[in-house]
């Protein structure tokens, strides 16, 4: 399978410290996306970053990627409460790239 | 500008009773997926379509099916309610193949 896997599975901060996540994946890649989810509702779309590219910015996101290691990295600065949830890498096949597969995803909790 | 919408947003079947869930998009968008998310399982893709018309299987198929008669819509059956299919089910839409997903806010099933 393709599914990338996040690690750790479950992350505790304080507010104002970084968040570190990884995903790692086993098979080739075209792209790869991080995704939030806030419980109870659907995922949101934070960074797509293409396997040409090493790393990618969003205001206090920052996505790198190796493809030589197989993996990918979601750094949140300065973590705010409302940062608190589920994030989740996706990966897409690189035979067939219309479709994503997801981990289980890492929860952060970030305390006030 | 409503982006995905889910009907129903919760639905409680017997067993062996059948359903259909409804995903309706008004972003023009040619790609719409159906997920199910179950704890600790992270997405699993059940089907997908590229466009109106198209359908195509995604990794856990089995007891589905799908339609896409217009682009702005695609519903998932389930003709024969079981327990294994309790889930959260989530439909997602792209404008093109390389783009990150837009979800919808979830349809929470129970079988019993």
């Known amino acids: 399978s393709q599914q990338g896997e996040e690690d750790p599975q479950a992350l505790s901060i304080q507010e104002g410290e970084n968040a570190t996540m990884n995903c790692s994946y086993k098979t080739s890649i075209n792209n790869l996306q991080w995704y939030r989810q806030n419980s109870g509702r659907g995922l949101v779309h934070l960074i797509l970053?293409?396997?040409?590219?090493r790393e990618k910015h969003s205001g206090r996101l920052r996505v790198t990627l190796d493809t030589s290691k197989k993996s990918s990295s979601l750094l949140i600065t300065a973590s705010r409460a409302a940062d608190t949830a589920s994030y989740f890498c996706a990966t897409s096949d690189g035979y067939n790239f219309n479709k994503f597969y997801f981990g289980s995803g890492t929860k952060l909790n970030v305390k006030p | 500008n409503a982006g995905v919408t889910q009907t129903p947003k919760f639905r409680v079947l017997k067993t062996g009773q059948s359903m259909t869930l409804l995903c309706a998009q008004d972003m023009n968008h040619e790609y719409m997926y159906w997920y199910r998310q179950d704890p600790g399982m992270g997405l699993r893709l059940i089907h997908y379509s590229v466009g109106e018309g198209t359908t195509a299987k995604g990794e856990v198929p089995d007891g589905y099916n799908v339609s896409r008669l217009k682009k702005q819509n695609f519903l998932l059956g389930l003709e024969s309610a079981a327990p294994s299919q309790t889930s959260v089910y989530f439909c997602a839409t792209s404008k093109d193949r390389f783009s990150g997903y837009t979800f919808g806010s979830g349809t929470r099933l129970t079988v019993v």
């Open positions: 970053i293409r396997s040409n590219e």
